[in-house]
T-cell receptor, first 114, second 114 residues
Framework: SAVISQKPSRDICQRGTSLTIQCQVD?????MFWYRQQPGQSLTLIATANQGSEATYESGFVIDKFPISRPNLTFSTLTVSNMSPEDSSIYLC???????????FGQGTRLTVV | AQSVSQHNHHVILSEAASLELGCNYS??????LFWYVQYPGQHLQLLLKYFSGDPLVKGIKGFEAEFIKSKFSFNLRKPSVQWSDTAEYFC????????????FGAGTQVVVTP
């Protein structure tokens, strides 16, 4: 199994600012993902963080709003840019194996934009 | 479009009652299937998963799920629930070629009354 640490665990931010969320894994992993869980909603995949190349974004999510870094096989960051109250969500980092039989989640970052 | 459907959005039942939550998916071919639980204020926790073998899968906390390929279903069951099973339950699926990218159902909020 993989142990995933996310920082910060929660934050309250002013609209128009940006927040960078860090995800650290205790082992090297090929695949890292970022999800969003809006209040009362299910999880939606934002993007796949690729090591050594640009992230791959899902429909409805763009790099300018959610820039992602993946400098190595154990670390990734997600930035929520120019925040508005609609960005208030839980953001989760996830890792998996290449066969899709494992999927581990961090504890999430609860973001409130005021 | 591929989808994951959870039939019940909100379930209320008494302690010791049996629980069954439905999950259907629209993917063709090979899939991996997961059930996650999210207790109030806590992060996602894996209950069980299926990727091959015996279609009746046993998980933690007395939960089990049955994969019925012909019905594209992966229903979650527990014979006798406890108050501590109050939580939100999510079904999730991944499939080739995007192994690791989970698509989640909308979730089912389960409330167990004493």
């Amino acid at each position: 199994s993989a142990v995933i640490s996310q920082k910060p665990s929660r934050d309250i931010c002013q609209r128009g600012t940006s927040l960078t969320i860090q995800c650290q894994v205790d082992s090297q992993v090929t695949m890292m993902f970022w999800y969003r869980q809006q209040p009362g909603q299910s999880l939606t995949l934002i993007a796949t963080a690729n090591q050594g190349s640009e992230a791959t974004y899902e429909s409805g999510f763009v790099i300018d709003k959610f820039p992602i870094s993946r400098p190595n096989l154990t670390f990734s960051t997600l930035t929520v840019s120019n925040m508005s109250p609609e960005d208030s969500s839980i953001y989760l980092c996830s890792v998996g194996d290449g066969r899709g039989t494992e999927a581990f989640f961090g504890q999430g970052t609860r973001l409130t934009v005021v | 479009a591929q989808s994951v459907s959870q039939h019940n959005h909100h379930v209320i039942l008494s302690e010791a009652a049996s629980l069954e939550l439905g999950c259907n998916y629209s993917y063709g071919g090979t899939v991996n299937l997961f059930w996650y639980v999210q207790y109030p204020g806590q992060h996602l926790q894996l209950l069980l998963k299926y990727f091959s073998g015996d279609p009746l899968v046993k998980g933690i906390k007395g939960f089990e799920a049955e994969f019925i390929k012909s019905k594209f279903s992966f229903n979650l069951r527990k014979p006798s629930v406890q108050w501590s099973d109050t939580a939100e339950y999510f079904c999730a699926v991944n499939a080739p070629p995007s192994w690791g990218k989970l698509q989640f159902g909308a979730g089912t909020q389960v409330v167990v009354t004493p």
